[in-house]
């Protein structure tokens, strides 16, 4: 037990969403992986694979978990101007050597295996962003240089990453919108950049809808899938049955089968009969499987699950003393579960087909390993906050009256002064606090 103690530390609620989602994401795709089993020939060879994955993953828990979470201020240091360089990489050779897959240049192989650098930039860019507006905050908010430093990170990385995978560009900047709301950023800046991206969304999807097909232009070369998903999606003629053409929209029509012929609690694991024609079944397409397989009963404890998440992760942000820890379990929490909903409403037909996985999910490898370091962080600060609540309950010894009336006097300043300095700075803080062993 005491094994366990220690290995298992932090927060024990996130630890349990996290295991259960694993639980689920091993069950599904070993069951929706058959057309993987049919290509290779091997029937344990792609459940195997995910199962290592999962288990490297579960290691990078545990390790982010026992890094002090001061240390993750350092990480966009190093890996904001990585992630720039091999999304730049990425993209041109994309364009100069047409090296893609379905369509889109998101991956490079490094020692043989393949590595998404969005993730990568995806984790900077929060981190980053989580720092700046701790830094930047004082009595009437967030300082107005940090809306400006944010844009231009944010920026550079949704610029780079939209070419390829426009679904992900606009998700991280979304999220980034939401943390600049809960970090206090003055609301006309808000209002007047919602504004601005409302103008060029109807500016561009005119834009979209006016080209021809076929149309070379320079870094827009999947504007024919993005028209197609958005025609597909607002198209509202209704199709009869026996003239409906399966084939012509297959992932779509076969994701609402699995659907529809489900019940309250589905057809039991591995009786899936969807997953032999969704060619992403194990990845994008994974929540229709669930919900074949395990049922409303089923699809409802991965929504409760993905939202459980986000609460515990608030409650978390609402201990926290200091402003970086609360801004960096925030802005973690808001992209797991918003590319959760986002998946979800592509298999639900709520939303134009994208290529966002399942976190902790659907299939894969970039993705897992990334979203395995997102719960170590927020691991890592829940134990911070769990020493702030012992340090509570078991509060220092007597001091003199001299010292006892400095106490008070600090304690109050630091009340009147809720976005104090000294709530951004981890200095006073090193000294008195270390991660127990």
């Given at each position: 037990?005491?094994?366990?103690?220690?290995?298992?530390?932090?927060?024990?609620?996130?630890?349990?969403?996290?295991?259960?989602?694993?639980?689920?994401?091993?069950?599904?795709?070993?069951?929706?992986?058959?057309?993987?089993?049919?290509?290779?020939?091997?029937?344990?060879?792609?459940?195997?694979?995910?199962?290592?994955?999962?288990?490297?993953?579960?290691?990078?828990?545990?390790?982010?978990?026992?890094?002090?979470?001061?240390?993750?201020?350092?990480?966009?240091?190093?890996?904001?101007?990585i992630s720039v360089v091999l999304l730049a990489f990425v993209t041109l050779m994309g364009v100069i050597t047409g090296d893609r897959v379905n369509g889109a240049a998101r991956w490079m192989s490094f020692m043989g295996l393949q590595f998404?650098?969005?993730?990568?930039?995806?984790?900077?860019?929060?981190?980053?962003?989580?720092?700046?507006?701790?830094?930047?905050?004082?009595?009437?908010?967030?300082?107005?240089?940090?809306?400006?430093?944010?844009?231009?990170?944010?920026?550079?990385?949704?610029?780079?990453?939209?070419?390829?995978?426009?679904?992900?560009?606009?998700?991280?900047?979304?999220?980034?919108?939401?943390?600049?709301?809960?970090?206090?950023?003055?609301?006309?800046?808000?209002?007047?950049?919602?504004?601005?991206?409302?103008?060029?969304?109807?500016?561009?999807?005119?834009?979209?809808?006016?080209?021809?097909?076929?149309?070379?232009?320079?870094?827009?070369?999947?504007?024919?899938?993005?028209?197609?998903?958005?025609?597909?999606?607002?198209?509202?003629?209704?199709?009869?049955?026996?003239?409906?053409?399966?084939?012509?929209?297959?992932?779509?029509?076969?994701?609402?089968?699995?659907?529809?012929?489900?019940?309250?609690?589905?057809?039991?694991?591995?009786?899936?009969?969807?997953?032999?024609?969704?060619?992403?079944?194990?990845?994008?397409?994974?929540?229709?499987?669930?919900?074949?397989?395990?049922?409303?009963?089923?699809?409802?404890?991965?929504?409760?699950?993905?939202?459980?998440?986000?609460?515990?992760?608030?409650?978390i942000a609402q201990k926290c003393e200091r402003t970086f820890p609360a801004f960096l379990v925030m802005g973690i929490a808001l992209m797991l579960v918003s590319q959760a909903i986002l998946n979800m409403m592509v298999a639900v037909g709520?939303?134009?087909?994208?290529?966002?996985?399942?976190?902790?999910?659907?299939?894969?490898?970039?993705?897992?390993?990334?979203?395995?370091?997102?719960?170590?962080?927020?691991?890592?600060?829940?134990?911070?906050?769990?020493?702030?609540?012992?340090?509570?309950?078991?509060?220092?010894?007597?001091?003199?009256?001299?010292?006892?009336?400095?106490?008070?006097?600090?304690?109050a300043q630091t009340a009147a002064e809720p976005t104090a300095e000294v709530l951004n700075s981890d200095a006073k803080f090193e000294e008195e606090y270390e991660y127990r062993k």
């Amino acid at each position: 037990m005491d094994l366990l103690k220690n290995i298992f530390k932090g927060d024990k609620v996130i630890w349990i969403i996290f295991l259960c989602l694993c639980l689920i994401s091993i069950i599904e795709v070993f069951s929706a992986a058959s057309t993987l089993t049919y290509k290779s020939g091997d029937h344990w060879g792609p459940i195997t694979q995910h199962s290592i994955i999962l288990m490297v993953g579960a290691v990078v828990v545990v390790l982010m978990h026992n890094i002090p979470y001061k240390w993750f201020q350092v990480f966009p240091v190093f890996l904001y101007p990585i992630s720039v360089v091999l999304l730049a990489f990425v993209t041109l050779m994309g364009v100069i050597t047409g090296d893609r897959v379905n369509g889109a240049a998101r991956w490079m192989s490094f020692m043989g295996l393949q590595f998404q650098p969005s993730e990568l930039a995806k984790m900077a860019v929060i981190i980053a962003v989580s720092f700046i507006l701790s830094k930047k905050q004082d009595d009437e908010g967030a300082n107005p240089k940090a809306f400006k430093y944010i844009m231009i990170l944010t920026g550079l990385v949704c610029m780079l990453i939209a070419p390829e995978n426009l679904s992900t560009a606009m998700l991280l900047f979304g999220v980034v919108v939401l943390m600049m709301f809960i970090g206090r950023v003055a609301f006309k800046k808000l209002a007047m950049l919602l504004g601005g991206l409302a103008l060029v969304g109807c500016l561009g999807a005119v834009f979209l809808l006016a080209i021809p097909k076929d149309t070379d232009i320079p870094f827009l070369h999947r504007f024919d899938t993005w028209k197609s998903r958005i025609t597909n999606f607002t198209e509202k003629e209704e199709v009869p049955a026996a003239k409906f053409d399966i084939d012509k929209d297959a992932q779509i029509a076969h994701a609402r089968i699995a659907i529809a012929t489900s019940n309250v609690i589905g057809k039991a694991p591995g009786n899936s009969i969807q997953r032999d024609f969704l060619s992403q079944a194990f990845s994008d397409f994974i929540f229709a499987i669930i919900i074949e397989e395990l049922g409303l009963v089923g699809g409802a404890f991965v929504v409760i699950l993905y939202i459980w998440l986000l609460v515990r992760t608030g409650r978390i942000a609402q201990k926290c003393e200091r402003t970086f820890p609360a801004f960096l379990v925030m802005g973690i929490a808001l992209m797991l579960v918003s590319q959760a909903i986002l998946n979800m409403m592509v298999a639900v037909g709520l939303f134009p087909v994208t290529g966002q996985p399942l976190p902790l999910i659907s299939k894969g490898g970039t993705s897992t390993l990334i979203n395995c370091a997102y719960i170590g962080m927020i691991l890592s600060v829940s134990r911070y906050t769990a020493y702030l609540e012992e340090k509570k309950e078991n509060p220092a010894p007597l001091l003199t009256q001299s010292e006892g009336n400095e106490a008070i006097a600090s304690e109050a300043q630091t009340a009147a002064e809720p976005t104090a300095e000294v709530l951004n700075s981890d200095a006073k803080f090193e000294e008195e606090y270390e991660y127990r062993k």
